[in-house]
């Protein structure tokens, strides 16, 4: 399994969606198994690690968005 972040498309109600970034897990042929429910941010415990995490995390923007409810919703963590 793996996983990284990705920007998740929630729709919360019709007139509103909301688009944020989350950890997404991957079973091992690449599918989508598992989200977030609430999205994350960059962290670390020194600046240096910060910096790889952000890294990381903006690598998000390269993907395009996935529906949160196109993951299965009894898997999410």
Do not use: Q
């Amino acid at each position: 399994m793996s996983w990284n972040y990705r920007i998740i498309k929630k729709k919360w109600a019709e007139d509103y969606t909301e688009f944020a970034v989350h950890e997404v897990y991957y079973d091992d042929d690449g599918k989508p198994t598992s989200v977030t429910e609430t999205p994350v941010y960059p962290l670390g415990e020194t600046e240096e690690e910060l910096h790889r995490d952000f890294k990381n995390y903006s690598r998000a923007f390269i993907e395009p968005a996935l529906n949160y409810e196109d993951i299965s919703n009894e898997e999410n963590v």
